[in-house]
Each structure stands twice: as structure tokens, then as C-alpha cells.
């Protein structure tokens, strides 16, 4: 007999080509180091409070819960509540269901596919959006969570989304939520950076386009080796020690110089690098 979490996917129209990252990691024999547990398990210390979530009173999280949208796990259901930070996006995604005009029984059925890979083993009640949650720390992809007007979610970054839509096993239209601008409204890190535009390129194309548009470079060589890699030889010029200083600590492969033009010091930085073709 089929239990209720798994009934959530009798029917579904939607999802990732290929079953999506999340899948092809908990099957993985090697899914997850000593450093990934402990993030996961951090992210799922209930030390947050209500008030690091906006525009949520008290009444409306008990009538949330009573309706089963989140879970109470107070002692006896006294004291105050205390959320983990995995809860905390949930609630934002809550918030924006609701805005979208999502009654609570679709934005139950959302909740049923966030839960579905929870089980004895795993420290959360929503392991997969943990996944996501981890990859938009540690990724300049954006990561969407699709909610379809059946109640039906999927979670995947853009180059999964994009690969779904092009082999069509996403057939419905649907709202699309920023995971990780909801993350980033959480830990307030400004030097996470989200690449919109640039999620398709290849590595090669991403580190050309930021060469290039340094107003410092003076040349760009590409050479394609007879293995699988390509080499990119760069040279750049400027004029001041700070500019030198700015560019060196942005670049893995660096080699600095300095020569005399008169009275002017000419700094120059070179890098080579090698970046794989796929």
C-alpha cells in the first residue's frame, strides 16, 4: 500500500528530463561528505524565531499549522516557536503561494512534494529543498521552484528547467519562485551572486566574457590542447600598484611584473589557465 507522500505523484503531468540533479545525488553511493551533514544539520536547528519572518502573526501561523502547512514540534506544543532555517524559506514560499492567490489545500499539495525523500535517514523534513538550499551557497545559478496550478512542484536550477521545457516532460505553464532571492533575504550575504543571463554559458564562455570586459586587458590568447582542455593565456596593463592589487587577488594563476616607461611604472599581471572543454 502506497503511503500519502508517495500518492502526491498519482497523475503528475510534470517533471525534471532525466529525474533532476537531487535524484542522481541520493542515489549517488558517495551523496554526502562529513561537511555536508553538518550544513544540513545546522540548517536544521530550530533557533529562529517568528519575528525573522515578515508579515506572519501568531494567529495566522496557528491556523497554518492546524491546516498542516507547517509543523509544531514544541514540547506539548508549548513555548515559543523556534523554526530551522530550511522552515524559515518554507514559510517565505508559503507567503508567496499566498500572494499568488494559492488557497491552502494547493499550497498543502506543494508541501507533499517538498516532503517526498523524507524519511528515517534524513535529518529534515524537506531534504530536497535542503539540496537546493545548499547549492544557491555554493552555485551562481538560479534555483526555481516551480508550482503548477494542480499543486504540483518541482525544484531545480535554470539549466535543469530549461532542459525539461526543451525535451517537454514540463507540459503545464507555471509560477516560477526565486529560491535564491528568498535565501539571500534570510542571511542578507551580499557577495552571493545569482548569474540571471549568464547560467547558460560554458566555463570557457563565462571567464571569456569577464576577461573581456576588463577595461585592463591588453591580450587574449586561446589555445585548444589535444586532450579535452582549452588554454587561455592573458596579459594585462595598468597603472597604479592598487589597480595591480585588484586584479592579482581575483585571479587564481597570477603572475605580477612591473617595467619603467621614464618616470611611469607600467604594472603588468599575466595568467594561464587551463579550463576542461565540457
Same mark, same amino acid.
Given at each position: 500500500?502506497?503511503?500519502? %507522500?508517495?500518492?502526491?505523484?498519482?497523475? &503528475?503531468?510534470?517533471?525534471?528530463?532525466?529525474?533532476?540533479?537531487?535524484?542522481? =545525488?541520493?542515489?549517488?553511493? +558517495?551523496?554526502?561528505?562529513?561537511? *555536508? +551533514?553538518?550544513?544540513?544539520?545546522?540548517?536544521?536547528?530550530?533557533? =529562529?524565531? /517568528?519575528?525573522?519572518?515578515?508579515?506572519?502573526?501568531?494567529? $495566522?501561523?496557528?491556523?497554518?499549522?492546524?491546516?498542516?502547512?507547517?509543523?509544531?514540534?514544541?514540547?506539548?506544543?508549548?513555548?515559543?516557536?523556534?523554526?530551522?532555517?530550511?522552515?524559515?524559506?518554507?514559510?517565505?514560499?508559503?507567503?508567496?503561494?499566498?500572494?499568488?492567490?494559492?488557497? !491552502? &489545500?494547493?499550497?498543502?499539495?506543494?508541501?507533499?512534494? !517538498?516532503? $517526498?525523500?523524507?524519511?528515517?535517514?534524513?535529518?529534515?523534513?524537506?531534504? *530536497?529543498?535542503?539540496?537546493?538550499?545548499?547549492?544557491?551557497?555554493?552555485?551562481?545559478?538560479?534555483?526555481?521552484?516551480?508550482?503548477?496550478?494542480?499543486?504540483?512542484?518541482?525544484?531545480?536550477?535554470?539549466?535543469?528547467?530549461?532542459?525539461?521545457?526543451?525535451?517537454?516532460?514540463?507540459?503545464?505553464?507555471?509560477?516560477?519562485?526565486?529560491?535564491?532571492?528568498?535565501?539571500?533575504?534570510?542571511?542578507?550575504?551580499?557577495? !552571493?551572486?545569482?548569474? =540571471? /543571463?549568464?547560467?547558460?554559458?560554458?566555463?570557457?564562455?563565462?571567464?571569456?566574457?569577464?576577461?573581456?570586459?576588463?577595461?585592463?586587458?591588453?591580450? /587574449? @590568447?586561446?589555445?585548444?590542447?589535444?586532450?579535452?582542455?582549452?588554454?587561455?593565456?592573458?596579459? @594585462?596593463? +595598468?597603472?597604479?600598484?592598487?589597480?595591480?592589487?585588484?586584479?592579482?587577488?581575483?585571479?587564481?594563476?597570477?603572475?605580477?611584473?612591473?617595467?619603467?616607461?621614464?618616470?611611469?611604472? $607600467?604594472?603588468?599581471?599575466?595568467?594561464? %589557465?587551463?579550463? &576542461?572543454?565540457?
Amino acid at each position: 500500500m502506497k503511503n500519502k %507522500k508517495e500518492n502526491v505523484f498519482f497523475g &503528475k503531468r510534470n517533471s525534471l528530463a532525466g529525474g533532476g540533479f537531487y535524484k542522481e =545525488y541520493v542515489n549517488s553511493p +558517495m551523496s554526502s561528505t562529513n561537511n *555536508e +551533514m553538518k550544513l544540513v544539520q545546522s540548517m536544521n536547528e530550530k533557533k =529562529y524565531r /517568528l519575528k525573522v519572518v515578515d508579515k506572519i502573526s501568531s494567529r $495566522i501561523m496557528t491556523h497554518w499549522q492546524d491546516y498542516g502547512l507547517i509543523n509544531d514540534n514544541r514540547p506539548k506544543g508549548i513555548g515559543w516557536r523556534l523554526f530551522s532555517f530550511t522552515e524559515l524559506v518554507w514559510l517565505r514560499v508559503i507567503i508567496k503561494l499566498r500572494n499568488f492567490g494559492f488557497d !491552502l &489545500k494547493k499550497i498543502k499539495k506543494v508541501k507533499q512534494f !517538498l516532503e $517526498i525523500y523524507c524519511g528515517e535517514n534524513n535529518a529534515s523534513d524537506y531534504p *530536497e529543498l535542503d539540496f537546493y538550499i545548499l547549492f544557491t551557497q555554493r552555485d551562481s545559478d538560479p534555483v526555481k521552484l516551480l508550482v503548477f496550478d494542480s499543486g504540483e512542484a518541482l525544484l531545480g536550477n535554470q539549466l535543469e528547467i530549461d532542459t525539461s521545457l526543451q525535451f517537454q516532460t514540463i507540459q503545464d505553464d507555471y509560477i516560477s519562485i526565486d529560491l535564491n532571492k528568498l535565501v539571500n533575504e534570510i542571511i542578507n550575504d551580499k557577495s !552571493l551572486k545569482t548569474e =540571471y /543571463l549568464d547560467h547558460s554559458l560554458t566555463p570557457i564562455e563565462k571567464d571569456i566574457k569577464e576577461t573581456i570586459s576588463s577595461e585592463n586587458l591588453q591580450s /587574449l @590568447f586561446i589555445k585548444v590542447d589535444s586532450g579535452d582542455e582549452y588554454i587561455l593565456d592573458k596579459k @594585462f596593463i +595598468m597603472e597604479s600598484s592598487k589597480e595591480l592589487n585588484t586584479i592579482f587577488n581575483s585571479l587564481k594563476y597570477a603572475e605580477a611584473t612591473t617595467t619603467k616607461r621614464g618616470n611611469k611604472t $607600467i604594472y603588468k599581471l599575466t595568467e594561464k %589557465k587551463k579550463i &576542461k572543454k565540457h
